[in-house]
DNA sequence: GATCACACTTTTGTCGACAAAAAAAATACA
DNA sequence: TGTATTTTTTTTGTCGACAAAAGTGTGATC
């Protein structure tokens, strides 16, 4: 397939990494269609490796609930399931939470300024326009804040949650609007503050809502779009 | 080593997942020191499998952070960072918490029927004063309890953080008393009682309680037992 | 006696091959 | 024509082998 990804693994160890994330990116980016089928061969034909090292980098990537494999048969990209997104979103709304609480409560001078470089790598997506740049840089953002928040297992969690968001989001951007992101970067500014000011009651409402904002946007795209489906069945 | 291990892994795909269990249970068990090196030829030997299934489990291991694996070094059995204790209680009492109040919302009669059978196995293991088996019988209780909240986000994160607990626990279960399993299996039986009539917050409250009650018991144990290190170190 | 360089051993990451299992295709039969 | 059965092809799980790193031991040098 793409012939960058050739020989640019032949670091011992770095195999599996390489493989690892690119097709972690190519998950969330919906390069790679949820349910589509994933070829060992093809790939180990893609990045010059043996079938070792790309089954080791699937593994990693079904332990992370990226992809399913199902024993003695294929392995697919993992689907987004839409029976079950109020667990999603109740999980992200969570940790929007507990990490922009903790945030406040725990951060450094260095975690501050690195949100606020996000915040305006963000700010720039939006002026810009650039819907998949405000997808990706919105999701850094938060991560960051968890960061700054000193709890492994809410960032991993978190970071997760956010990924996922992310390809749910790629499904729907076209249909974003000039409206809310501007809000979110006046949401986002707040949160700066309640985090600076250590006050964490107002950092845990901040995000509070904040996530109910998100979640209720992205409620009203996929309401949209199955009503649109909807039709197409009758 | 273990004779048994031997020729149960002759069924294809069967294999990894064998390692993979028997593995994770010896780790939390600590029959695996934390910190100690894995040797996958001896796994090779001892599963009689070639090397190729042994390191796909310790990839799923090491995906679940339950070892460590240094690249084109020796992999270990994950410390326990005491340092870092504080995150662990705060997100398990987070997950005690949203699990119980979750399963008050959403659980059916089977899930009361499963509850109550793993309840009473809890009850027995401590009228044997059976330590171990108050350990993982309690595991299993709060497992339950957090699938019938239909969350599957938060039942990994809780599984993952009560399997870590375990292995604490057991570094100082020989301190156990026999006042608190008595205790907690009254509260156990007040959180089943909240559940079933569907009262969110006294749920919450009540997981809140045992939550910090579990807490504050590990935190004596460890605070008492780097007390004696302390003395020695002197 | 301690430090460094070099040979040697062990361990890890990757490879190509092969057999079991499933999927697909071909055939037989109603 | 449609279904059941066999054969062929593809794909998956496992194996043994080998080369690159890292670890270990030995001797030389100061």
Same mark, same amino acid.
Request: overall charge negative.
């Given at each position: ?15 599996? /990494? *390489? ?6 990116? &190519? ?9 589509s089928?994933?070829? &060992? ?10 079938r *070792?090292? $790309? ?8 332990? &992370? ?10 392995? $697919?990209?993992?689907n ?12 992200? *709304? ?18 501050? &300024?690195? $949100? ?20 990706? *840089?919105?999701?850094d953002?938060h991560?960051a ?8 297992y809410?960032?991993?969690?978190f ?23 501007? @809000? ?5 500014e ?7 000011n250590?006050?964490?009651? @107002? ?8 996530a109910?904002?998100?979640?209720s946007?992205?409620?009203?795209y996929?309401?949209?779009d ?6 197409? /069945?009758?």
């Amino acid at each position: 397939m793409d012939e960058r990804d050739k020989q640019l693994t032949h670091k011992r160890g770095f195999g599996v /990494s *390489t493989v690892y994330e690119t097709l972690r990116n &190519e998950i969330i980016e919906l390069k790679l269609a949820p349910g589509s089928a994933i070829d &060992e061969q093809q790939l180990s034909d893609r990045f010059a490796l043996s079938r *070792t090292p $790309i089954r080791e980098a699937l593994v990693r990537l079904a332990a &992370e609930g990226l992809i399913m494999t199902l024993t003695n048969r294929a392995t $697919i990209v993992s689907n987004i399931d839409f029976l079950r997104l109020s667990e999603f979103f109740d999980a992200l *709304t969570l940790m929007y939470r507990v990490t922009t609480r903790l945030a406040a409560a725990n951060h450094t001078p260095d975690d501050i &300024e690195k $949100i606020r470089s996000l915040q305006k790598a963000f700010e720039e997506a939006v002026d810009r326009r650039d819907v998949l740049g405000m997808i990706s *840089t919105n999701r850094d953002f938060h991560v960051a804040i968890a960061q700054a928040g000193r709890n492994r297992y809410y960032v991993e969690l978190f970071t997760r949650l956010l990924d996922e968001g992310r390809r749910i989001l790629r499904l729907y951007y076209s249909s974003f609007n000039d409206v809310l992101p501007r @809000q979110y970067v006046g949401e986002h500014e707040d949160m700066i503050q309640a985090i600076i000011n250590r006050d964490l009651l @107002q950092a845990d409402a901040l995000a509070s809502a904040h996530a109910d904002q998100i979640v209720s946007q992205i409620r009203s795209y996929i309401s949209a779009d199955s009503r649109q489906s909807g039709d197409l /069945s009758l």
